[in-house]
């Protein structure tokens, strides 16, 4: 048959085909004895009809992801999830700010709002109030328009986008992270198409920070080595520097040329204050140094699932600044081509607003406040158990999640026997536990260091 013999009475699927070949073939004829079938075989189909995907491995788990998987399925009811970082309201309910259902009303109540495109680098209005959230509204790199933000997919785009930046136009590739780190850092970075290498960081046998292999690894890095930071509340350790082991850490990255990447997931849900949070960023920003930050607005403003968060680089002049930006444009178009509008607007509402800012900062540090407060009632939960082991670490630490110093032994054990679902790590989220259910996490601690290995 010729491509062009489909009667009338084909079906719609056919005479698409047959369409299509005839795009193709441009008069090419077959003969009468072939059929459509032999003709054009379906693209999805693979040998003898099977899926061409068949040779596919079932993926593991997300190791943080996955516990909330394995934690739905559980139907006890005293399950208790510490393992995905979000904040719970002491009747372990997701909580959605005050401050952000204003300013969404606010949204809603604007009759001139649009749902067009937004540019390449996201909103204007809350990139400029972003810089200034983390830098300080009275940063000279921002007066001097050293600072170029764009708007990206919260944290993990941040640091995605960034990642690519630095891979096509950074004469060094490779960056290195926090011996342990989120388990997300070097599949970004690794994807982004930089060497992943680690330094030293955290030091099981206190709990604390291994400042002296930090400094030997950081010197040892060849200079102009990437080095990704944590502004604060380090994940999934808690552990952060002082500031006098911060202004250490500066002058010898800035002595070796190496590059900072700050990774700011958590500012203000640290300490409470979110000038605090920002202090080791802004100490790098005042040597007039350039660097990188990564932010997310999905912790301190409970915007989760909104994915609102900024990168921001900072220059050594405004027309170098401008360039980058050009830049970052063409990592991001083929990208996604250009983020949401709707977290961010919540956002510049908020940080533009003096009333609404205000009203932020006190649900943030109630927020703050109340993980504090689990890390005391923890801390003394263990201790009037006469759980052995030195837990003042608990206290030590700061941010959402606390390394407990719990072996994968002792983590299979909490989840077998008392359902509580972490990482096999031992890393636990603070904002997961109420005061009702500090007993039993303290009872099921106790238990796994004296009756599991």
């Known amino acids: 048959m010729k491509t062009s013999d489909f009667s009338s009475s ?51 788990e997300d190791p943080i992801l996955g516990v909330t998987v394995a934690y739905n399925k559980d139907p006890s009811p005293i399950k208790l999830n510490l393992g995905v970082g979000a904040y719970r309201t002491e009747e372990g309910k997701p909580l959605v700010l005050n401050v952000v259902r204003k300013a969404e009303q606010q949204l809603i109540n604007d009759k001139s709002r649009i749902k067009e495109y937004l540019p390449i680098v996201g909103l204007v209005e809350f990139n400029k109030l972003s810089a ?128 900072p990447f ?31 930050i990564a932010q997310s607005y999905a912790k301190n403003m409970g915007l989760y699932g909104e994915r609102v968060g900024a990168l921001s680089i900072v220059c050594k002049s405004a027309e170098v600044a401008v360039k980058v930006e050009s830049q970052l444009k063409l990592v991001i178009r083929p990208m996604y081509s250009s983020p949401p509008i709707h977290g961010a607007s919540i956002v510049a509402v908020i940080l533009r607003d003096r009333n609404l800012f205000n009203e932020w900062t006190l649900e943030l540090k109630a927020m703050a406040d109340r993980i504090i407060s689990m890390r005391k009632q923890l801390f003394e939960a263990l201790r009037a ?45 603070m904002a997961g536990l109420s005061s009702k259910t500090v007993p039993h996490l303290a009872d099921s601690i106790h238990a796994a260091v004296t009756k599991a290995i």
């Open 385 to 429: 158990r006469g759980t052995p082991g030195d837990w003042s670490h608990i206290i030590k630490q700061i941010g959402m999640f606390t390394f407990t110093g719990l072996n994968p032994a002792q983590v299979s054990f909490m989840t077998k026997e008392y359902h509580i679902y972490m990482t096999s790590d031992g890393r636990i989220s």
């Open 262 to 292: 700050f990774d700011s997931a958590y500012q203000g849900f640290a300490s409470g204050s979110l000038d605090t949070d920002a202090k080791p960023i802004r100490m790098f920003v005042a040597d007039g140094g350039e660097c990188l």
């Open 132 to 259: 200034k959230l983390i830098l300080g509204a009275d940063s000279p790199a921002i007066r001097e328009n050293r600072v170029t933000t764009v708007e990206c997919l919260s944290g993990t785009g941040s640091l995605r986008v960034g990642g690519e930046f630095l891979a096509k136009h950074y004469h060094q590739k490779t960056i290195y992270i926090t011996q342990p780190t989120w388990g997300n850092h070097p599949k970004i970075f690794t994807l982004a198409g930089l060497t992943v290498k680690t330094y030293r960081y955290y030091d099981p046998s206190t709990q604390g920070l291994n400042f002296q292999g930090l400094l030997e690894d950081l010197g040892a890095a060849p200079p102009g080595s990437i080095v990704l930071l944590h502004a604060c509340a380090h994940n999934p350790t808690g552990v952060d520097p002082t500031i006098q082991q911060w202004e250490q850490i500066r002058k010898l990255m800035r002595s070796k040329g190496l590059m």
């Open 10 to 60: 084909s079906s719609p699927s056919d005479r698409r085909i047959g369409a299509l070949l005839r795009h193709l073939t441009a008069g090419t004829y077959f003969p009468a004895s072939d059929n459509l079938s032999s003709v054009f075989a379906s693209p999805t189909s693979g040998i003898n009809g099977g899926s061409v995907f068949a040779h596919l491995v079932q993926a593991p």
